[in-house]
């Protein structure tokens, strides 16, 4: 067994020494009671021949029945302390082994959650970065002037433009211009994707969007499958494009942009630090607010299935299925103006 850490020149001993601690001692008082049983045993049968043999000598074996009359009395009294003491020391340490194992469970439920808060803090901030992208792109004096003024050659410009930042952010598949009835005029990369033209008015960023009070704002759509986009799964954010590229300017149209939402998740989820020895029967995974799963590191199909969380209406925590599986999960805390999606980063432990 090997020795915990020192601090302060004390042993600290963790949870794990305690359980097998506990298993020792288990086995070690179980040793000793079978030796006193087998002594016990052999005292009975002592008395037991003595008895035999002192009815063989008649009245001169008389003294020596009394001998072994009372070595057959302190062998039943020597088994009744040895059953009693067994009772007593299996109640006690199985008293011991339930409480330590409870709080190993403990333990590993609040790594657990640990760990979910880690997935959903990352995706957090790096979505948080996106609210920032689409707000200040939507500034751009390109997009702007297309669509204050719609032409082919402002279009042209605006997708050059657009394709600009698309090289330099490779999260992206692709940024679209729309006019306010939700008409896409211009996007990124026309050459993989030709949705000029595309209405897009009934798209839920869309319809939230158009209705942004300032260029401040943002909106975002559910994780999502995108025909236009050669039905990839993205995260859409979308803040509308005003007049002159001011806050408060007239609204002129949107800027959707399109996060490239599975490869990106995927890293995340596959990269929370889960023990080697724990991975096969782990899974850490995206839920948002409709439950749906949007990410797993199990390879698990993705928007199609839902998990159902019973967070007792708690922001966090754990709790054991009747199976033996350990869920534990962890509401979006949000990460400064990005206020979180009601997604939860959830950890599945399956029973060794």
């Known amino acids: ?12 001993v963790s949870i794990s020494e305690l359980i097998e601690l506990t298993n020792d001692l288990r086995t070690s008082a179980a040793d000793k009671i079978s030796g006193i049983q087998r002594v016990t045993g052999s005292l009975r049968m002592l008395a037991l021949n003595a008895m035999i043999e002192s009815a063989r000598a008649g009245p001169h074996g008389r003294g020596f029945s009394v001998v072994a009359a009372e070595v057959r009395e302190i062998a039943a009294n020597v088994g009744l302390i040895s059953e009693q003491l067994q009772k007593e020391l299996t109640a006690q340490i199985d008293s011991l082994s339930a409480h330590t194992q409870s709080m190993a469970n403990a333990a590993m439920g609040t790594r657990m959650v640990d760990l979910a808060l880690n997935a959903i803090e990352i995706i957090d901030r790096n979505l948080y ?25 402002s279009s042209a410009y605006a997708s050059k433009r657009l394709g600009v930042i698309l090289n330099a952010y490779t999260v992206y598949l692709d940024l679209w211009l729309c006019d306010l009835h939700g008409k896409v005029l211009a996007n990124g990369r026309p050459d993989r994707y030709s949705i000029a033209g595309l209405d897009v008015s009934q798209e839920p960023w869309f319809v939230q969007a158009v ?32 007049a002159g590229g001011e806050s408060h300017g007239a609204p002129l149209g949107v800027l959707a942009i399109h996060f490239d939402w599975a490869p990106q998740a995927e890293t995340i989820v596959r ?58 999960f962890h509401a979006t805390p949000g990460y400064e103006t990005y206020r979180g999606l009601g997604w939860h980063g959830v950890i599945v432990r399956r029973p060794g």
């Open 271 to 328: 990269g929370v630090r889960i023990e080697p020895e724990e991975r096969d029967r782990t899974a850490v995974l995206l839920v948002d607010a409709h439950r749906r799963v949007i990410a797993s590191s199990d390879g698990a199909e993705t928007l199609d299935q839902r998990l159902q969380i019973e967070t007792g209406n708690q922001s966090h925590g754990f709790y054991t299925r009747p199976d033996g599986t350990t869920v534990a």
């Open 1 to 12: 067994m090997s020795a915990g850490p020192n601090v302060g020149g004390e042993h600290t």
């Open 211 to 242: 209705r942004l009070q300032s260029g401040d704002d943002y909106a975002v759509g559910d994780i999502s499958v995108a025909p236009g986009l050669k039905g990839a799964q993205v995260a859409t954010y979308a803040a509308s494009v005003r």
């Open 129 to 153: 970065e996106r609210t920032c992208d689409v707000r200040w792109w939507a500034t751009d004096s390109a997009v702007v002037d297309c669509a204050a003024n719609v032409t082919p050659q």
